[in-house]
């Protein structure tokens, strides 16, 4: 199946040799590549804004561990969006159903892996578009904690949460590419409880649920039952939305003003009520980011990891209504805000019901990405979890 993943492709050769080498991988086009002009998902943009001088330390990286860079791949208009629908250059396709969607904004990169025309790809998580079309297109996706992979070169969204991520169709690549990607540390870690978040199962369907407590009893791993807000996720998610609402139209309200680019409705109505939000806010929203984080961390002490569903369901049907979408969006991001607001690693693994994919989430604490890895890695080999009810 072709992807219409890419927006344009290439073919840039490995700088070296290592543990790449013989892979190939495509890019979201919000990251610069030297002598290339980025999209960002709207033709707007693309006409304001030059051809990069440099190209991003993150594809820099790849090329010298030996990978061979594919090309360009779609995003949502200036990644501000779940669905993968892009009304200026189409939608990349799901390779398990093609009346689904891929997912956002990380749309291209996503279908690029999904129909084996990349062996890994790079995309960045704001809000969940890493982990969405992971477990959208059946794949292994990570968002790592934040700050941990250079953002360099990459257009950015909302400071406070933009991070770069990664998708592959196995657990083994998906840890071979943050091992060139994420900062060393010392010393082995392994992860001994599993915590299984109450709110979170109570927003998936009931053949989901049952699937996923399922198969974590198939890990041997001690599990216990928590809930993180007893007032209910979607408090978290409101205060990641708008956290990352002001930063948006701090960072790009006057370009918007000035061009006034064309963006697709929902798109355009999302960046309206940015403009809304108060400013003066901000601080005591941020302190209360804060809290939520050393909470978390507290929570995730003595090598314990944190479970969640990554969606609340498969994909969406690509004809689904706006306020279908809009649902389905709002009970994602109480999903996606855990990992958002805190900055903690995510790993969403693949999971299939009934011929289509779903996500099993792993968090972890803050920089134990590289244990995260491993530990999904490992976690993987039971054949349980690749089984399909």
């Known amino acids: 199946m072709t992807s219409n993943a890419y927006i344009q492709t290439m073919n840039v050769p490995p700088a070296g040799t ?13 990251f610069a590549l030297s002598d290339h002009v980025n999209s960002a998902g709207n033709p707007t943009w693309l006409a304001t804004h030059d051809k990069s001088k440099a190209t991003a330390p993150t594809i820099e990286q790849l090329l010298a561990a030996g990978a061979t860079l594919n090309g360009m791949t779609h995003t949502d208009e200036l990644m501000y969006s779940l669905n993968g ?3 200026h250059y189409g939608m990349p396709k799901n390779p398990y159903d093609d009346t689904r969607i891929c997912g956002g904004s990380s749309s291209g990169s996503a279908s690029a892996v999904a129909c084996e025309e990349a062996t890994f790809a790079i995309g960045t998580d704001t809000g969940g578009s890493v982990r969405i079309p ?14 941990a992979v250079s953002l360099q070169g990459v257009i950015p969204l909302a400071k406070s949460f933009d991070t770069v991520g990664w998708f592959a169709r196995d657990a083994k690549t998906l840890r071979a590419v943050g091992d060139v990607l994420l900062p060393t540390t010392d010393g082995q870690q392994t992860f001994t ?24 009893a198939t890990l041997q791993l001690p599990t216990a039952s928590i809930t993180l ?19 948006i139209w701090q960072q790009h309200g006057a370009w918007i003003e000035a061009h006034e680019p064309t963006f697709a409705p929902a798109i355009q109505e999302r960046f309206m009520w940015t403009k809304t939000l108060d400013v003066a806010q901000y601080a005591d929203l941020k302190a209360q980011q804060q809290q939520f984080t050393d909470s978390l961390q507290n929570v995730l002490r003595d090598d314990r990891l944190l479970v969640i569903p990554t969606i609340p369901d498969v994909a969406p049907k690509r004809a689904a209504t706006a306020s279908e979408v809009e649902d389905v969006r709002t009970k994602t991001m109480m999903l996606t805000c855990i990992a958002g607001l805190s900055g903690c690693p995510q790993v969403t693994v693949p999971i299939v019901v009934d011929g289509l994919p ?3 989430s792993f968090i972890a604490a803050r920089g134990a990405d590289r244990a995260l890895l491993q530990f999904v890695e490992e976690v993987m080999q039971h054949e349980a979890l690749h089984s399909n009810v």
């Not at 292994?140 to 904690?145: A, S």
């Open 229 to 247: 807000a007893k007032e209910g996720l979607g408090n978290y998610a409101a205060l990641f939305r708008h956290i990352q609402g002001i930063e």
């Open 134 to 147: 992971a477990a959208y297109c059946g794949l292994y996706g990570i968002r790592p904690t934040h700050q």
């Open 193 to 216: 409880t599993l915590l299984l978040e109450q709110q979170s199962l109570q927003l998936v369907t009931p053949k989901y649920r049952r699937r996923l407590i399922e198969l974590l």
């Open 85 to 87: 629908e892009n009304i």
């Open 18 to 30: 290592g543990s790449l080498s013989n892979m190939t991988f495509a890019v979201k086009d919000v």
């Open 358 to 360: 779903i996500g099993l």
